[in-house]
């Protein structure tokens, strides 16, 4: 059997809903840090009773640069394990934290309402609680988790950041 190495950190492929607008509510249904600080309403509308833990695309990178090393030595750390950044929240905490922050930067600072899952149809049904278990990575790689608070912040404000530039240029 070849050696693997699968670092899950979050749904498959073929597990991920297809977004699909709603106008009683946020397009947050699957959203990137990327699509986050777009934020042109005066209201959000925000499921608020699924839990997850957002982790950016820079704290995964990261930490793979980091686990490289390490399989690339030979060392016996094959196998699958589940990463994500510490803690967990809602989308509407989500959704939260990424109106603080480019609030602080921009000013505006939209309403939140909390809705059930119910109050924001898709075509996938989404799980109550996607949160990973990650104390089988802890253990092998002993690499802390950043808190995903803070990929949240750096990521929004980088993206605020280029679009200002961007802004700058045309």
Known sequence: MLPFF????????S????????PAATPL???TLADAPLIVRDELRVVADQRGAPTSAREIADVILD???RLLRGDNVWGTYHFTSGGATTWH????????????LTGRSP????????DYPTAARRPANSQLDCSLFAKVFAIG?????EGVDATTKALLA???RIDDVA
């Open 6 to 13: 699968i670092p899950r950190c979050g749904r498959r492929k």
């Open 15 to 22: 597990e991920q809903p297809q977004r699909q607008s709603h």
């Open 29 to 31: 249904g699957s959203p």
């Open 67 to 69: 686990i490289a090393p």
């Open 93 to 104: 905490g989500f959704a939260s934290r990424i109106v603080a922050v480019q609030a602080a």
């Open 111 to 118: 309403s939140l309402s909390p809705i059930a899952t119910v």
């Open 145 to 149: 988790r950043r808190h995903w608070t």
């Open 162 to 164: 280029s679009a200002q």
